[in-house]
């Protein structure tokens, strides 16, 4: 699943059914790098593809987290 396209969460963890594991890996190398040189754009892209999907992911496995 495309964990980015928060519209279709739950349905893709409702197709799975109850777990009571969740392990998310989501990113990309956005705004790593050294501070000196690092952009802001990057570092807001990056949070955007990492902080936002996580906890959109976790927030719609709630539900069926054992």
């Known amino acids: 699943m495309d964990a980015a396209d928060t519209d279709t969460l739950k349905e893709a963890l409702s197709r799975i059914g109850p777990f009571d594991h969740l392990v998310l890996a989501l990113g990309s190398g956005k705004g790593f790098g050294p501070f000196?040189?690092?952009?802001?754009?990057?570092?807001?892209?990056?949070?955007?593809?990492?902080?936002?999907?996580?906890?959109?992911?976790?927030?719609?496995a709630l539900p069926l987290l054992l």
Do not use: M
């Not at 000196?36 to 719609?60: C, I, L, M, N, W």
């Open 36 to 60: 000196t040189s690092v952009s802001v754009a990057d570092v807001r892209k990056g949070f955007e593809e990492k902080v936002y999907p996580h906890f959109a992911t976790a927030q719609a």
